[in-house]
């Protein structure tokens, strides 16, 4: 059976172990599932999918069916089993349900329903699942699903870690073009799927991916700094370059991302993913030098200032996520976001003075 692609279509697949899943099995599992999608009305569907394993345990006789859900930052996963297939499919549809519930009820109180045409078309236009792949397509493991949602967030994940970067180049922390991000993100790629399950329960995937990033960067860090301190010689202090083309921050972008968060409201949390941020001409052309000079200026906040300013204004983390990656209170993190939105208000005023 072929997926139904585009629109508001869910996709899926079944991934069958020592087990043939007949018109009958599929039936039972589409109906089941069918309830899903009213819980995920308000995600994107090109960002979900639905991986269904169905096993057949020889040595308990009774089967196993495992349901991983694929979200925009997020993989929820239930299990159950049973002696008949389709009570087995009926639990484990129920589980993942509550699942998806559970973490709604989470984000709920993030939303900020200011947008009623935006709700308006979710609910004319209603999530379905479409009919399931073809047998042998999809997604066949959980670590397949975490290279998928790896691969939705590589973008950002790269403009992120090109960011820290330039700042522990800044800080003297790493010379200048010793380490790419695009390494650093394959290296978080190559630690997540090979132990997909040491996620920490409190952090979604998303979340992990960075914090990996941080550990990774701060990993290089110590490296250098030990290799530094046992050298006898010290290279020459490598002067960094003034003409901004890999300075970490892209003029198009950010600012466009920084200018709101100073007095404007926020996105909503499925807008994770979000697109290219587009300025007027005369916006981009001035945008380069005022972030290379707020760039160098932010080097010299307090380190968890600067680490907020990064998850909080630019890759759009809320405060009770960031509290969690920086193990910080959200008292601590809200006081670093008013600290940050006076800083930005004073630079941007200064800029202006001297005609920036």
């Known amino acids: 059976m072929s997926v139904v692609a585009g629109g508001n279509v869910i996709s899926w697949n079944i991934v069958n172990l020592n087990v043939s899943a007949d018109l009958a099995v599929k039936e039972k599992l589409t109906r089941k599932i069918t309830r899903l999608a009213k819980h995920l009305a308000h995600f994107p569907p090109e960002s979900l999918h639905l991986q269904v394993v169905l096993e057949k345990l020889k040595k308990e006789h009774s089967f196993a069916v495992r349901m991983t859900l694929r979200l925009p930052s997020n993989i929820l996963h239930a299990e159950k089993s049973h002696e008949h297939l389709l009570v087995a499919i009926r639990s484990a549809a129920a589980a993942l349900e509550n699942e998806v519930k559970s973490l709604k009820a989470k984000l709920r109180s993030d939303y900020r329903w200011k947008r009623p045409a935006y709700r308006a078309r979710l609910a ?186 990064e998850l909080y204004f630019l890759v759009g983390f809320d405060a009770g996520e960031i509290a969690k990656l920086r193990r910080l209170s959200e008292k601590q993190v809200d006081a670093c976001i008013a600290s940050i939105q006076s800083r930005l208000r004073q630079f941007m005023q200064v800029s202006i003075g001297h005609g920036l």
């Open 124 to 309: 004319e236009e209603a999530l379905v699942f479409s009919e399931p792949m073809e047998t042998g397509t999809g997604p066949q493991t959980k670590v397949d699903m975490v290279s998928d949602l790896l691969e939705a967030h590589d973008k950002q994940l790269v403009a992120h870690a090109r960011r820290e970067l330039r700042m522990a180049e800044l800080g003297d922390q790493l010379p200048r073009g010793m380490l790419e991000a695009r390494d650093v993100v394959d290296e978080v790629a190559r630690v997540c799927l090979a132990e997909p399950g040491n996620k920490p329960e409190m952090l979604t995937y998303e979340q992990w991916f960075y914090q990996l990033i941080r550990q990774e960067l701060d990993r290089q860090c110590r490296l250098y700094a030990e290799d530094r301190d046992n050298r006898i010689e010290t290279a020459p202090k490598e002067q960094a370059s003034s003409d901004g083309e890999e300075d970490g921050y892209d003029a198009e972008r950010q600012l466009g991302l920084i200018l709101p968060e100073i007095g404007c409201e926020e996105d909503l949390p499925e807008h994770r993913i979000p697109d290219q941020t587009v300025l007027p001409p005369d916006v981009a052309a001035s945008g380069q030098e005022l972030l290379e000079i707020l760039q160098h200026d932010i080097r010299h906040w307090p380190v968890d200032e600067q680490q907020v300013f």
